[in-house]
């Protein structure tokens, strides 16, 4: 069983950059893909991001690419996200994520197991 906990949301103006961190407990971390989910309010949960186990391999939803970037820490048991020139609707509650489906990549909440309790990210303008 893996747990998450994620940092680094805050209050930030449009175009600013924010790294957000998850941190990682539990002995199959290094062997997950892991993602990054958002949540709007009165909006449904949507993918964001997702890195394989290795790290070697991302994808992105077509709303965030060329902007954020996901990475991972296997020896801290940590993923990263790295938002760049942030836009007034990236405004959402961040959420880490472990997959426990094996095909990767996945951006089904579904196919994913394993949740922290999201970090606010609030781009003002």
């Known amino acids: 069983q893996v747990q998450l906990v994620e940092s680094g949301g805050g209050l930030v103006q449009a175009g600013d950059s924010l790294r957000l961190s998850c941190a990682a407990s539990?002995?199959?971390?290094?062997?997950?893909?892991m993602g990054w989910f958002r949540q709007a309010p009165g909006k449904e949960r949507q993918f964001v991001a997702t890195?394989?186990?290795?790290?070697?391999?991302?994808y992105y939803a077509d709303s965030v690419k060329g902007r954020f970037a996901i990475s991972r820490d296997n020896a801290k048991s940590t993923v990263y996200l790295q938002m760049n020139n942030l836009k007034l609707e990236d405004t959402a509650v961040y959420y880490c994520?472990?997959?426990?489906?094996?095909?990767?990549?996945?951006?089904?909440?579904?196919?994913?197991?394993?949740w922290g309790q999201g970090t606010q990210v609030t781009v003002s303008s």
């Open positions: 890195i394989n186990w290795s790290g070697g391999s991302t």
């Open positions: 994520a472990g997959a426990t489906y094996k095909s990767w990549p996945t951006s089904q909440t579904n196919d994913y197991g394993y």
């Open positions: 539990g002995r199959t971390f290094s062997s997950s893909a």
